[in-house]
């Protein structure tokens, strides 16, 4: 190094899609909560340096996304894993493309958690997880809306078991 020249220390960005654990692994580096980690996408809403050591800098950024999707069941992927806002769909595709994947793929996975062993037609499989979980609506019938959003949030929140939605070749 020249002489006189001060040693600069690292900078490293980090960058990913939305949600999928960038702030938590800075803080993970930097052994101490620097940034802020939610269950949620977007958020980290701007960037920010967080010192690891003093020669070594990290830059937590926003979550960020391809301008547009290639196809709709990329974008369907994206809000089932929780990393756009799955109000970019209706519950009942997201609901329909999950089963119907689970069905393919994974056909035991709902069967720890709900008891359910062959996995039929969404109504149906709504109806087995109303009446395994007792949600029931206001005129007493199994309440298959609230059986379609906790089978998405089990999903997202990994209870379903370690499960990827893009396996080689299918
Ligand atoms: N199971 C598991 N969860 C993790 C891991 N890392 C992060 N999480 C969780 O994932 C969620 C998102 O974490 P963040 O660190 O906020 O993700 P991010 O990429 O910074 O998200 P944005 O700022 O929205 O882009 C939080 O609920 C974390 O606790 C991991 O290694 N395993
Ligand atoms: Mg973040």
């Known amino acids: 190094m020249a002489k006189g020249m001060k040693p600069q220390p690292i900078r490293t960005m980090i960058v990913g899609i939305p949600n999928v654990g960038k702030s938590s ?3 993970r580096l930097a052994k101490r909560k620097a940034a802020g980690v939610q269950n949620k996408p977007g958020y980290t809403r701007g960037e920010q340096w967080i010192k690891v050591n003093k020669d ?3 830059l937590d950024t926003p979550g960020i996304l391809p301008m547009s999707y290639e196809n709709q069941k990329k974008a369907a992927n994206l809000a089932l894993i929780g990393a756009i806002r799955e109000d970019i769909l209706p ?3 997201l609901g329909e493309r999950l089963l119907e994947y689970l069905r393919n793929q994974y056909p035991s996975a709902l069967n720890e958690r ?4 062959v996995i039929e037609d969404r109504i149906k499989v709504l109806n087995q997880i109303a ?5 029931v609506d206001s005129v007493g019938q199994n309440d298959l809306i609230r059986a379609e959003a906790l089978l998405l ?4 929140d990994g209870l379903l078991g370690k499960i990827t ?3 080689y070749g299918a």
């Open 165 to 167: 939605l893009e396996k």
């Open 131 to 135: 009446e395994k979980r007792k949600l």
């Open 25 to 27: 692994l800075i803080n």
């Open 114 to 117: 709900f008891g359910i062993l």
């Open 91 to 93: 519950n009942e595709e």
């Open 153 to 156: 949030k089990e999903f997202k």
């Open 56 to 58: 070594f800098l990290l």
